[in-house]
């Protein structure tokens, strides 16, 4: 799987968007990003994901460049309990094949202040 | 529908003793996955299963044993008990799709 970097911290003010870069430099054809976060004592919690088209659920979107050696998950209206560890994985889909596990990097904790 | 549940919370355990996680999924998934997360690092995978009957190793397999006889449920068990496997455990699931599921975790702590 492609490594990701990511920025250690960032902060928001609630309300705001908040903006979440990845930089997935060495990423393949087949391999898609995906975005968890964890709130603080909990478990890991899927947000979204994507191939090369921008995505948009219920809880954010994730732009992806057109290179694809980028992207940035957007909370549109970041509230306080948005706060939490936000992870970017980059992976190829399973597929039946035997890649099934996520690699979760130090990802980002992301700070909403009042 | 619970989603994934994990029995027990918490745990503490004196080294050498032994005991088993229970993780349950009521989402009729195939695959189930238990992680360890330890103070100031990502997870890391322990052991997956991707069906009932069948078990594989992740990347920090030594020292814990799985099992996996109902598509369910997924077991860990630790056999003797050392203060590295004090953790965070956390087991998950998904189907084909690949968004994994995860359960709240148990804090394991082995004096």
């Known amino acids: 799987d492609a490594k990701t970097t990511q920025p250690t911290s960032m902060d928001c003010a609630e309300g705001r968007a908040a903006n979440l870069p990845c930089n997935h430099s060495?990423?393949?054809?087949?391999?898609?990003v995906y975005w968890y976060r964890q709130i603080h004592s909990q478990g890991p919690q899927y947000i979204i994901h994507?191939?090369?088209n921008n995505e948009t659920n219920e809880m954010a979107s994730l732009i992806i460049t057109e290179d694809r050696k980028s992207s940035t998950l957007i909370l549109p209206h970041a509230t306080l309990r948005d706060t939490a560890v936000y992870y970017c994985?980059?992976?190829?889909?399973?597929?039946?094949?035997?890649?099934?596990?996520?690699?979760f990097g130090k990802g980002t904790l992301l700070t909403v202040n009042p | 529908n619970a989603g994934v549940t994990q029995t027990p919370k918490f745990r503490v355990l004196k080294t050498g003793q032994s005991m088993t996680l229970l993780c349950a999924q009521d989402?009729?998934?195939?695959?189930m996955y238990w992680y360890r997360q330890d103070p100031g690092m990502g997870l890391r995978l322990i052991h997956y299963?991707?069906?009932?009957?069948?078990?594989a190793k992740g990347e920090v397999p030594d020292g814990y044993n799985v099992s996996r006889l109902k598509k369910q449920n997924f077991l860990l068990g630790l056999e003797s008990a050392a203060p590295s496997q004090t953790s965070v455990y956390f087991c998950?699931?998904?189907?084909?799709?690949?968004?994994?599921?995860f359960g709240p975790g148990t804090r394991l702590t082995v004096l």
């Open positions: 989402m009729n998934h195939e695959y």
């Open positions: 994507g191939l090369k």
């Open positions: 299963s991707v069906g009932e009957g069948t078990t």
């Open positions: 060495t990423i393949s054809g087949n391999e898609y």
């Open positions: 998950a699931s998904s189907d084909r799709t690949d968004t994994q599921y």
């Open positions: 994985i980059v992976r190829v889909a399973s597929s039946g094949g035997s890649n099934y596990k996520l690699t």
